[in-house]
Nanobody
């Protein structure tokens, strides 16, 4: 059974930092591309960051220079370090493990709230 479990969300003041983790089980973790997505209240889910099995990395424009995605294949975990957070970063952050349409797995998400 495949499981992706996010953690690390919470309430943070503008300008603060959080580090999200997503622990995976039931998959050959190192073979998967890993994404972080987020969904703000009343908005569609949007892609945030990607790290491939070959360690290629990309980010949505609005988080470049503030967020860092990384992976630890030995511990089947992907991270998202988020710095200089602002209110627009508020949302439910979910991790995704993807190889193809038949191997596309999601976690339940963790809430990030940026507010003073």
């Amino acid at each position: 059974q495949v499981q992706l479990v996010e953690s690390g969300g919470g309430l943070v003041q503008p300008g603060g930092s959080l580090r999200l983790s997503c622990a995976a089980s039931g998959i050959t973790f190192s073979a998967y591309a890993l994404n972080w997505y987020r969904q703000a209240p009343g908005k569609q889910r949007e892609w945030v960051a990607l790290i491939t099995s070959g360690l290629n990395i990309s980010y949505r424009e609005s988080v470049k220079g503030r967020f860092t995605i990384s992976r630890d294949n030995a511990n089947n975990t992907v991270f998202l370090q988020m710095n200089s957070l602002n209110a627009e970063d508020t949302g439910v952050y979910s991790c995704n493990a993807f190889i193809g349409s038949e191997r596309d797995y999601w976690g339940q998400g963790t809430q990030v709230t940026v507010s003073s």
